[in-house]
């Protein structure tokens, strides 16, 4: 059918011609003292208007083009990707049970992983395989599925045990009549498939390529965590009960079956439960099909007593079974991970947006414009006139010209920086931050990279320029015709550029939903104030030199478009791992998903040094769930939902209390609701204590492995039924501690120091004047704004306990005028 224009189509209103003809003549008719007095086509005004119009009608519709063919590259660029992978940005580390289950599933030899409350914080998990496992295999799947919960563990989470399910298997006798002309073989086949897929309800799996060539979109295939066996599809669950009219209903569903004259069922022990129309499986067990009944029971080799049928037969004759070939076609190879490569993104049709010809080069030629110049026959007044014209045009034609070369531009507008400046300048002002000495080579270095920093706009000259050689001087001409292909039209390091460079960097953090805090609030200026003069001494300075206070605000405002640009490329990890734990098997200095987003909104670098050693800035997050408490004590509070925040109380900006403030609000903002934050400022030997502990509480969790971790010399807790949550003997050897033991005592010493730390002695009296005494709930905030802190100070007490009110003490000054 051939393409056609639909009559009644309504263009949008900044590509509706003679929508914006009439409203400009309109508007024109309208001014008081108005000398037009002829509208008409003809009239030269008219034209000149409809000429820019065009122009701006051509400019909407380009702005119309599909975001693919506004970000498609020149053919040179064809790998350019401005956005990360559709795989890598939509994807999340597990939010909920849910998610973490999907994780946990997501192995070859499991159909199922439920994870169930033990206590505040601490989980069971059951696994429920495709078939038995053998010693061997439920080893190597426990210590995978361990190492998977450790990399993936929410915060606040800690799992007790690993248990496999038993398997209980079901015997079927069934009396079949085959169809004419079915092969035996296959139809038993299809139906072991048929029935094994309802008992056992395995996990079913599709590319995610595969997916979205369904027509699915984005949001739904990768909806949560992104899982090695592919896109996982709805299923319901394995039955509890089997009914016998279900696997009827199945059996006569396959082609090749023609009738079930009866069909037995049969407890794991081998009995027959004769008249039984269901079977309830057993709890804590998992249900398979006996195959190694049914297929002899289809071979003829095993009879039931008094039986007087034959187990297949067609039109009363008795069928043979080809047990080899029968199990062949049973043999079911394992499920293998799908291709985890980046799905490329959708490129579009380069459209050549910037060529934008003027189109004052369209006008008639009474207008006296055109590529051969002036009319030689015109008079000195009518040529002038004529330039007068071109020069009032070339305002309007250059602004469109300028939009045109954004529209090419638009594509390095909206992609992620890029460039080694960025890693030379955070090693930079990490340096400033801890309050480091700079020599002179570092300040050279420094305005060394900022002449390398990227473009912040691109313009391009009105093309063609009928006119320009009369137009212009012959000094401006040759600088005017250079300006169209001149990337740079604004100093790097100037107020323009550092103000269209936070700009932009924030129009693509709010297309994420995310803002950062300003310079103004993180404190920068105070800190490269003191660093201003030494870099003005530099001699690759810029010349006319800056003074020190402009330097240090625009030194303040790099800094934060520096935290922009990492917050963006790093967004995946940070929005996605956002609630996620470290994984403290995997290493001494992982750091959990909240930690590096609260670092990365506060300009925070996390390396892996210490703290305490000189004013460096940095912070730790230590969760209360994972504080194993020792066999001989008690915590004073519950942990379970606590996580502690270790800070230095020293350095330029953490030593600043309005930037504690900051932090603290950064900290109540980010942490999930189930938790409590619980702030510790140290300072010093304080700090280097704690920092002591915490590592060597580390190493031992790390040696370890927590209470589930599966070790070859342990006992599997399914197998000999001891719980891995309780402590475990110190071995016989006089004076030997015990793995677990060790980490009980490192464990306990570290939850006293963040006790103390938390609630320090003495600090009632410092919150006198800010506290309320109540049965307060934990939201509840005595009708004031929303309190970016809260601590217990009656330390002992537990909280929601009706016979012990507690005392909560509010960081921020809040007037008591209720």
Same mark, same amino acid.
């Given at each position: 059918?051939a393409?056609s224009?639909? !009559?009644?189509?309504?263009?949008?209103p900044?590509q509706?011609?003679?929508?914006?003809?009439?409203?400009?003549?309109?508007?024109?008719?309208?001014?008081?003292?108005?000398?037009?007095?002829?509208?008409?086509?003809?009239?030269?005004?008219?034209?000149?208007?409809?000429?820019?119009?065009?122009?701006?009608?051509?400019?909407?519709?380009?702005?119309?083009?599909?975001?693919?063919?506004?970000l498609?590259?020149?053919g040179?660029?064809?790998d350019?990707?401005p956005?990360?992978?559709?795989?890598?940005?939509?994807?999340?580390?597990?939010?909920?049970?849910d998610?973490?289950?999907k994780?946990?599933?997501?192995?070859?030899?499991?159909?199922?992983?439920?994870?169930?409350?033990?206590?505040?914080g601490?989980?069971?998990?059951?696994?429920?395989?495709?078939?038995?496992?053998?010693?061997?295999?439920?080893?190597?799947v426990?210590q995978?599925i361990?190492?998977?919960?450790?990399?993936?563990?929410?915060?606040?989470?800690?799992?007790d045990?690993i248990?496999?399910?038993?398997?209980?298997?079901?015997?079927?006798?069934?009396?079949?009549?085959?169809?004419?002309g079915?092969?035996?073989?296959?139809?038993l086949?299809?139906?072991?498939?048929?029935?094994?897929?309802?008992?056992?309800?395995?996990?079913v799996?599709?590319?995610?390529a595969?997916?979205?060539?369904a027509g699915?979109?984005?949001?739904?295939?990768?909806?949560?965590?992104?899982?090695?066996?592919?896109?996982?599809?709805?299923?319901?669950?394995?039955?509890t009960?089997?009914?016998?009219?279900?696997?009827?209903?199945?059996?006569?569903?396959?082609?090749?079956?023609?009738?079930?004259?009866?069909?037995?069922?049969g407890?794991?022990?081998?009995?027959?439960?004769d008249?039984?129309?269901?079977?309830?499986?057993?709890?804590n067990?998992?249900?398979?099909?006996?195959l190694?009944?049914?297929?002899?029971?289809?071979?003829?080799?095993?009879?039931?007593p008094?039986?007087?049928y034959?187990?297949?037969?067609?039109k009363?004759?008795?069928?043979?079974?080809?047990?080899?070939?029968?199990?062949?076609?049973l043999?079911?190879?394992?499920?293998? !991970?799908?291709?985890?490569?980046?799905?490329?993104? !959708?490129?579009?049709r380069?459209r050549?947006?910037?060529?934008?010809p003027?189109?004052?080069?369209?006008?008639?030629?009474q207008?006296?414009?055109?590529?051969?110049g002036?009319?030689?026959?015109?008079?000195?007044?009518?040529?002038a006139?004529?330039?007068?014209?071109?020069a009032?045009?070339?305002?309007?034609?250059?602004?469109?010209?300028?939009?045109?070369?954004?529209?090419?531009n638009i594509?390095?507008?909206?992609?992620?920086?890029?460039?080694?400046?960025?890693?030379?300048?955070r090693?930079?002002?990490?340096?400033?931050?801890?309050?480091?000495?700079?020599?002179?080579?570092?300040?050279?270095?420094?305005?060394?990279?900022?002449r390398?920093?990227?473009?912040?706009?691109?313009?391009q000259g009105?093309?063609?320029?009928?006119?320009?050689?009369?137009?212009?001087?012959?000094a401006?001409?040759?600088?005017?015709?250079?300006?169209?292909?001149?990337?740079?039209?604004?100093?790097?390091?100037s107020?323009?550029w550092?103000d269209?460079?936070?700009?932009?960097?924030?129009?693509?953090?709010?297309?994420?939903?995310?803002?950062?805090?300003?310079?103004?609030?993180?404190?920068y200026?105070?800190?490269?104030?003191?660093?201003?003069?030494?870099?003005?001494?530099?001699?690759?300075?810029?010349?006319p030199?800056?003074?020190?206070?402009t330097?240090?605000r625009?030194?303040a405002?790099?800094?934060?478009?520096?935290?922009?640009?990492?917050?963006?490329l790093?967004?995946?990890?940070?929005?996605?791992?956002?609630?996620?734990?470290?994984?403290?098997?995997?290493?001494?200095?992982?750091?959990?998903?909240l930690?590096?987003?609260?670092?990365?909104?506060?300009?925070?670098?996390?390396?892996?040094?210490d703290?305490?050693?000189?004013k460096?800035?940095?912070?730790?997050?230590?969760?209360?769930?994972?504080?194993?408490a020792?066999?001989?004590?008690?915590?004073?509070?519950?942990?379970?939902?606590?996580?502690?925040?270790?800070?230095?109380?020293?350095?330029?900006?953490?030593?600043?209390?309005s930037?504690?403030?900051?932090?603290?609000?950064?900290?109540?903002?980010?942490?999930p609701?189930?938790l409590?934050?619980?702030?510790?400022w140290?300072?010093?030997?304080?700090?280097?204590?704690?920092?002591?502990?915490?590592?060597?509480?580390r190493?031992?969790?790390?040696?370890m492995?927590?209470p589930?971790?599966?070790?070859?010399?342990?006992p599997?807790?399914?197998?000999?039924?001891?719980?891995?949550?309780? !402590?475990?003997?110190?071995?016989?050897a006089?004076?030997s501690?015990?793995?677990?033991?060790?980490?009980?005592?490192?464990?306990?010493?570290?939850?006293?120091?963040?006790?103390?730390?938390?609630?320090?002695?003495?600090?009632?009296?410092?919150?006198q004047?800010?506290?309320?005494?109540?049965?307060?709930?934990?939201?509840?905030?005595?009708?004031?704004?929303?309190?970016?802190?809260?601590?217990?100070?009656?330390f002992?007490?537990?909280?929601?306990?009706p016979?012990?009110?507690?005392?909560?003490?509010?960081?921020?000054?809040?007037?008591?005028?209720?």
């Amino acid at each position: 059918m051939a393409a056609s224009i639909d !009559p009644n189509l309504v263009l949008p209103p900044h590509q509706d011609f003679a929508a914006l003809s009439e409203e400009a003549i309109a508007f024109i008719t309208a001014q008081p003292g108005n000398a037009w007095t002829d509208v008409n086509p003809s009239e030269p005004g008219v034209t000149l208007l409809e000429g820019a119009l065009a122009g701006l009608t051509d400019l909407g519709y380009r702005l119309d083009h599909q975001m693919a063919d506004l970000l498609a590259p020149a053919g040179a660029e064809a790998d350019w990707q401005p956005l990360p992978p559709i795989d890598q940005a939509l994807p999340t580390q597990p939010v909920s049970l849910d998610d973490l289950q999907k994780i946990l599933t997501d192995h070859p030899l499991l159909s199922a992983a439920r994870l169930q409350p033990a206590a505040a914080g601490h989980y069971q998990l059951r696994l429920t395989p495709i078939r038995a496992l053998s010693d061997t295999e439920q080893m190597q799947v426990r210590q995978e599925i361990w190492r998977r919960f450790q990399a993936a563990r929410p915060l606040g989470m800690l799992l007790d045990t690993i248990t496999f399910l038993s398997e209980a298997k079901l015997k079927l006798y069934p009396e079949l009549e085959l169809a004419e002309g079915a092969p035996v073989e296959a139809t038993l086949a299809a139906l072991v498939a048929s029935w094994q897929r309802l008992l056992a309800a395995p996990p079913v799996y599709a590319a995610a390529a595969d997916c979205l060539a369904a027509g699915q979109s984005g949001d739904e295939v990768f909806d949560g965590p992104l899982l090695n066996l592919g896109v996982k599809k709805i299923q319901p669950p394995a039955p509890t009960q089997v009914l016998s009219s279900q696997l009827i209903d199945l059996a006569l569903a396959i082609p090749g079956i023609a009738q079930v004259s009866s069909l037995l069922l049969g407890d794991s022990d081998g009995r027959r439960v004769d008249n039984a129309w269901s079977w309830t499986v057993p709890d804590n067990h998992f249900i398979s099909l006996d195959l190694d009944t049914l297929l002899p029971w289809w071979a003829g080799q095993l009879t039931l007593p008094k039986q007087s049928y034959d187990p297949l037969h067609r039109k009363g004759q008795r069928l043979r079974v080809n047990l080899a070939e029968l199990r062949a076609l049973l043999a079911v190879p394992p499920l293998k !991970p799908t291709s985890q490569a980046s799905l490329p993104a !959708p490129f579009g049709r380069y459209r050549r947006l910037s060529d934008f010809p003027a189109f004052s080069q369209g006008l008639p030629a009474q207008f006296g414009i055109s590529a051969s110049g002036l009319n030689p026959a015109a008079t000195p007044a009518e040529q002038a006139m004529t330039l007068q014209l071109q020069a009032y045009l070339l305002l309007l034609e250059q602004q469109q010209s300028d939009q045109a070369a954004q529209l090419e531009n638009i594509r390095r507008l909206l992609e992620l920086p890029a460039g080694d400046w960025l890693a030379r300048l955070r090693a930079l002002f990490v340096r400033m931050l801890g309050s480091e000495a700079l020599s002179d080579a570092d300040a050279d270095r420094f305005w060394d990279t900022v002449r390398g920093l990227p473009a912040s706009i691109l313009r391009q000259g009105a093309q063609p320029l009928p006119l320009a050689e009369q137009l212009l001087a012959p000094a401006d001409l040759p600088a005017y015709r250079q300006a169209g292909g001149e990337p740079v039209l604004e100093d790097v390091l100037s107020e323009r550029w550092l103000d269209r460079t936070l700009r932009r960097l924030q129009h693509l953090a709010a297309r994420f939903g995310e803002t950062l805090p300003d310079a103004a609030q993180l404190r920068y200026r105070g800190v490269f104030g003191h660093y201003s003069p030494l870099l003005l001494a530099s001699r690759h300075a810029p010349v006319p030199a800056l003074d020190a206070d402009t330097l240090t605000r625009r030194l303040a405002s790099l800094k934060q478009a520096l935290d922009l640009a990492g917050f963006l490329l790093a967004f995946p990890r940070l929005s996605g791992g956002r609630g996620q734990g470290a994984d403290l098997a995997a290493s001494l200095h992982s750091r959990s998903g909240l930690e590096l987003r609260v670092a990365a909104r506060l300009g925070i670098t996390l390396d892996d040094g210490d703290l305490s050693l000189g004013k460096r800035e940095g912070l730790y997050l230590v969760e209360g769930v994972l504080l194993a408490a020792g066999p001989d004590s008690e915590p004073v509070l519950s942990l379970a939902n606590a996580v502690f925040w270790i800070l230095p109380a020293e350095g330029s900006r953490l030593g600043d209390p309005s930037f504690r403030r900051l932090v603290e609000q950064v900290i109540c903002e980010e942490t999930p609701l189930h938790l409590t934050p619980w702030v510790c400022w140290l300072g010093g030997g304080d700090l280097n204590r704690m920092e002591t502990l915490h590592r060597h509480w580390r190493a031992k969790w790390r040696e370890m492995g927590g209470p589930a971790a599966p070790s070859p010399d342990k006992p599997c807790p399914d197998q000999t039924g001891h719980d891995l949550s309780k !402590p475990t003997p110190a071995p016989a050897a006089p004076g030997s501690w015990s793995r677990r033991r060790r980490l009980q005592d490192c464990s306990a010493a570290l939850q006293r120091a963040l006790l103390q730390a938390a609630f320090p002695i003495g600090d009632a009296a410092a919150w006198q004047s800010h506290i309320a005494v109540s049965q307060l709930d934990a939201n509840f905030t005595v009708g004031y704004p929303l309190v970016p802190q809260r601590r217990t100070v009656a330390f002992g007490r537990r909280i929601g306990d009706p016979a012990k009110p507690y005392v909560v003490a509010f960081s921020p000054a809040l007037p008591l005028n209720d």
